[in-house]
């Protein structure tokens, strides 16, 4: 079956595509779940910008979904599991599961998440790489996720899953407003 990965940086769309592969769902006989890491303190459920959400479990890994008969699986913030998720996408593909995983495909230096790399590794059906707007310069084509802490770029010395907890700012921004490490 299918791995479908939906990458990019925030304010990109990634939970819209999301929410739209999944909301069909519910009006079919099609075992379907829907998961996000419980590392993601911000959201009880997927939420699109637009408004639009739907509910999802909070995990810690997806020994749940190996354990099911879905035949979908959906993944929000795909970035915040550990690298076991790769073996664990992989085991419910397997056995013929189809997998959906959104998450940002960037860290705040500018590098792949270590369980995005793991999951691109798994050969995808197909990558979409979603593009937000640069918050400093507008340019339509930013690909990156950058951290501030009171104002200025963080540049090393961080996890790269960082706490929401209102310490740091988050902004989209291009290659070239970027500020790397």
């Given at each position: ?37 419980s590392r993601n303190v911000r959201d ?23 354990n099911s008969g879905f035949e979908i ?109």
């Open positions: 079956m299918p791995l479908k990965l939906i990458l990019g940086p925030m304010k990109s769309g990634k939970s819209f595509e999301l929410i739209s592969h999944f909301a069909p769902l519910k009006y079919t006989n099609i075992p379907y779940a829907l998961y996000q890491s009880e459920s997927v939420w699109s910008r637009n408004g639009l959400q739907l509910k999802a479990r909070k995990v810690q890994d997806l020994s749940e979904a190996l699986v959906g993944i929000d913030e795909a970035h915040m599991f550990g690298e076991s998720i790769a073996e664990e996408v992989k085991a419910l593909l397997e056995r013929g599961t189809k997998v959906i995983a959104a998450g940002l495909d960037k860290d705040y230096k500018g590098e792949l998440f270590l369980p995005i790399k793991k999951l691109i590794e798994l050969g995808p059906s197909e990558v979409i790489f979603r593009r937000a707007v640069c918050e400093s310069c507008k340019d339509p084509n930013a690909v990156y996720t950058q951290v501030l802490h009171k104002g200025v770029p963080i540049k090393g010395g961080l996890p790269s899953v960082l706490p929401e907890d209102g310490t740091y700012e988050y902004k989209v921004a291009c290659r070239k407003c970027f500020v790397r490490g």
